[in-house]
């Protein structure tokens, strides 16, 4: 009987160490470290960074505008280099998370402001994007964008 209950307690304490261990499975430190990620992802498009965006996003990845623009994870990171996309204010609000083993999705507000084509706009809407833990890190497979009224 006492071998019994020592054999349930190491491989309980053992499946509890795999699950640590093993950021995508464990919620500890996901989640703001999914934030982070977005945060990291605003200040890319702020500073027309498309290297640092880059590495947030997996190779499939597809994005939906608010406008209904569909591009792959190319032409997501050449419409960030145009310049006359000037930013001033990207933030985001009410982010939620949930996690699925090595999948998460989350869904916030955004506030974008600043000038495009020389004309300034101040735009609220709502995001989900869709992030997979692979190959050691979280990369943005999918995003999807819908506009707020004022």
Known sequence: MMKTRV????????????????????????????LALENAWNQAQLHHDSKALDGL???SFISTDNDGTFMNKAQFLAD??????????????GERIFLYDNVAVVAGIYH??????GRPFDHYG?????????????????????????
């Not at 995001?127 to 009224?149: E, I, P, Q, R």
């Open 7 to 34: 054999i349930v307690c190491f491989l309980w304490l053992a499946g509890c160490l795999a699950n640590a261990q093993n950021p995508a499975r464990s919620t500890h430190g996901s989640e703001s470290l999914l």
């Open 57 to 59: 996003v997996g190779d």
């Open 80 to 93: 960030n280099k145009d310049l006359s996309y000037a930013p001033s204010l990207m933030t985001n609000s």
């Open 112 to 117: 974008a402001k600043g000038l495009n084509k």
């Open 126 to 150: 709502r995001f989900t994007d869709t992030w997979v833990y692979m190959n050691g890190k979280w990369l943005c497979v999918a995003t999807h964008t819908s506009a707020l009224k004022k």
